[in-house]
């Protein structure tokens, strides 16, 4: 492909078909967003936003390349919880990593904690320091890719997560939410895929406090992988299910 070194001089996207392991990718290099402002008037500038902006909504796999050599700034941000609201498997590519000088064993869990800080709520998200010049790190990109693909399509029958929920439940018993009662979990159950989504059924009368939720995650995650994936769980109530934990 033939590019400028000169930022946004890009307008549309470029479709890249490949093969990698038996499976086909279509990989969209979108035209880079810069800051809203003025300039965005120009009705060229407009389009390939929308353009970016469809790109995020049709995919399944985002990967944000920032400039690991500048601060991470705040549309960088809109675009990851743009991409993570939607349900999408997320990269963070860290690249230009050839233009920071005086590296030491440190450097890079500095700039992995200072990404991390940055986008909080994708903590999930693997972060990968790579170099277009060097290719660094480039070799790696294929395969998280791959990996990502997997758990998002990653199914779990019924039995294992009862067993996952019977030990969560050991571990650390349903806390209360707005409900009247004390909150029973009658069952957890996977529901559909890209993304994983799960559903926890509740007594109708009981509610379960939101950090809950977020331990349930966790211990979805500990147990079956779903790197780079997000991870929805759902709440139903019921009235009449026996089975309770």
Same mark, same amino acid.
Do not use: C
């Given at each position: 492909?033939? *590019?400028?070194?000169?930022?946004?001089?890009?307008?549309? !996207?470029?479709?890249?078909?490949?093969?990698? /392991?038996?499976?086909?990718?279509?990989? *969209?290099?979108?035209?880079?967003?810069?800051?809203?402002?003025? =300039? %965005?008037?120009?009705?060229?500038?407009?389009?390939?936003? @929308?353009?970016?902006?469809?790109?995020? #909504?049709? $995919?399944?796999? +985002?990967?944000? *390349?920032?400039?690991?050599?500048?601060?991470?700034?705040?549309?960088?941000?809109?675009?990851?919880?743009?991409?993570? &609201?939607?349900? #999408?498997?997320?990269?963070?590519?860290?690249?230009?990593?050839?233009?920071?000088?005086?590296?030491?064993?440190?450097?890079?869990?500095?700039?992995?904690?200072?990404?991390?800080?940055?986008?909080?709520?994708?903590?999930? +998200?693997?972060?990968?320091?790579?170099?277009?010049?060097?290719?660094? @790190?480039?070799?790696?990109?294929?395969? %998280?890719?791959?990996?990502?693909?997997?758990?998002?399509? #990653?199914?779990? &029958? &019924? !039995?294992?997560?009862?067993? %996952?929920?019977?030990?969560?439940?050991?571990? /650390?018993?349903?806390? =209360?939410?707005?409900?009247?009662?004390?909150?029973?979990?009658?069952?957890?159950?996977?529901?559909?895929?890209?993304?994983?989504?799960?559903?926890?059924?509740?007594?109708?009368?009981?509610?379960?406090?939101? $950090?809950?939720? =977020?331990?349930?995650?966790?211990? %979805?995650?500990?147990?079956?992988?779903?790197?780079?994936?997000?991870? *929805?769980?759902?709440?139903?109530?019921? @009235?009449?299910?026996?089975?309770? /934990?």
């Amino acid at each position: 492909m033939i *590019v400028s070194s000169i930022p946004h001089t890009t307008r549309d !996207n470029q479709d890249i078909l490949l093969t990698y /392991h038996g499976k086909h990718f279509t990989f *969209v290099d979108t035209a880079g967003l810069r800051k809203k402002n003025k =300039r %965005l008037s120009n009705i060229f500038e407009k389009l390939s936003t @929308q353009q970016s902006l469809q790109s995020i #909504k049709k $995919s399944h796999i +985002a990967v944000l *390349v920032t400039d690991v050599s500048k601060p991470l700034n705040k549309q960088d941000k809109q675009l990851l919880k743009l991409a993570a &609201d939607a349900g #999408k498997g997320i990269i963070i590519l860290a690249n230009k990593w050839d233009l920071i000088g005086n590296k030491d064993t440190n450097t890079i869990n500095t700039y992995t904690q200072y990404y991390r800080r940055f986008f909080p709520f994708v903590a999930w +998200a693997p972060i990968l320091f790579t170099s277009a010049t060097s290719k660094a @790190q480039l070799s790696q990109l294929l395969p %998280l890719v791959l990996e990502l693909w997997e758990n998002m399509n #990653k199914f779990i &029958d &019924d !039995n294992a997560l009862d067993r %996952l929920l019977k030990n969560s439940i050991k571990q /650390h018993k349903p806390s =209360r939410g707005k409900g009247t009662k004390h909150p029973y979990i009658y069952h957890l159950r996977q529901i559909k895929t890209l993304p994983p989504i799960f559903a926890i059924k509740v007594d109708f009368k009981s509610d379960l406090h939101f $950090s809950y939720f =977020r331990f349930l995650e966790n211990q %979805l995650r500990f147990k079956f992988g779903f790197n780079g994936v997000p991870i *929805v769980i759902r709440k139903e109530k019921t @009235q009449n299910i026996k089975d309770k /934990h």
